[in-house]
């Protein structure tokens, strides 16, 4: 297939860009570099089957003449905002880069007759609840810009896809963490404690309790969700039944270190505004289907410290 990956120079969507050119997929990628780096893809550059453009999904006429020249078969979309803080301080971030580039995205499938879809969603859609999180959970209250702006996103995908009929594959990430990330709270460990070796500051009490997924088990998710479910619409959770706490990523990031840091949390159950400080899923759908991740998150907290110490 002729794929387009938006959000292909990011953490998630270079690895994807490498699975699915295994699978002999021609890509392009259209990525503005504002979060990606053209370093995780730069091993790509020059391949036949592998084009990237420099663009902004956000300017519709560039993001036009794109589709009209490619003749896409499917779309993977994952270019978003993905610091969740930066959408708290200011709500044009999520409105524009998490739901405008998904709005773009929907009205060139729609114009140019592209049929298939797969969107990037999140955690952060069932906003702050203790439930276990199945794919028809609701009602659906975010609690961040964020949040907001993937849910608002696949309200409109959902719509699209019944009113145009394009076939759509929707997965809900957990925290995602592996080699390439540029952001989390892994990523945050590292740099605090290369800034100051004897100190890390943690933000809340570090009784977050999360679910975390390293990114090759989620690219197989991906692709494993894509060629398998054949509905009209297909959403699932994609992730893990385990979980870790802050506080435990944290003593691994400085055993990892080979330091003897001591630990300061700034108190409260959530590191800031926005952050949904626990989360569990239910996976039951994505298991029936035929797939469950084979890293737990300790292991994979672990992998990717390591794999960011270049260990
Ligand atoms: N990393 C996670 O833990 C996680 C969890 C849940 C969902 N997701 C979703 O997965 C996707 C990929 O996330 P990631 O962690 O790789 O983040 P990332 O920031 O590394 O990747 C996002 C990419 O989108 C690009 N982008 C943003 N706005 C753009 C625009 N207007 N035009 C063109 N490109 C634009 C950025 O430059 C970046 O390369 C996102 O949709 C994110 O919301 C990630």
């Known amino acids: 297939m002729k794929i387009l990956i938006t959000g292909g120079a990011g953490f998630i969507g270079s690895h994807l860009c490498d ?40 300017n519709f006429d560039k993001l036009q003449g794109i589709f009209k020249e490619h003749s896409f078969d499917m779309v993977y979309h994952l270019a978003a905002n993905s610091d969740i803080q930066k959408g708290g301080k200011d709500p044009e971030v999520d409105y524009n880069l998490t739901f405008n580039t998904t709005f773009n995205i929907l009205l060139c499938m729609k114009e140019f007759d592209v049929k298939k879809l797969f969107f990037a969603s999140t955690s952060a859609i069932y906003g702050e609840t203790l439930e276990n999180l199945t794919e028809d959970f609701g009602p659906l209250q975010p609690v961040s810009n964020y949040g907001a702006g993937k849910l608002a996103s696949e309200a409109f995908i959902s719509a699209f896809s019944a ?9 809900r990430f957990p925290n995602v963490v592996g080699e390439r990330f540029t952001h989390g709270v892994i990523f945050d460990f590292i740099n605090k404690l290369k800034a100051n070796p004897h100190e890390l500051i943690v933000l809340g009490n570090g009784e977050q309790n999360k679910p975390y997924l390293y990114v090759k088990d989620l690219i197989e998710g991906i692709l494993y969700v894509c060629n398998t479910a054949q509905d009209r619409l297909n959403v699932y959770n994609l992730g893990s039944y385990t979980r870790t706490k802050v506080k435990e990523i944290a003593l691994m990031v400085i055993e990892e270190m080979g330091l003897k840091a001591t630990i300061k949390y700034t108190g409260g159950d959530r590191g ?31 992998i990717a410290i390591q794999k960011a110490l270049g260990k």
């Open 163 to 171: 009113t145009y009929n394009i076939q759509t594959w929707i997965t």
């Open 19 to 58: 699975a699915l050119l295994i699978e002999n997929h021609k890509i392009v990628v259209v990525d503005n570099l504002i979060l990606g780096r053209i370093e995780n893809i730069s091993h790509l550059i020059g391949l036949e089957s592998f084009q990237f453009i420099e663009e902004d999904i956000l």
């Open 272 to 302: 800031w505004v926005g952050d949904v400080p626990e989360f569990k899923y239910d996976l039951s759908k994505i298991n029936q289907l035929g797939w469950e991740a084979k890293i737990n998150s300790n292991d994979s907290v672990r």
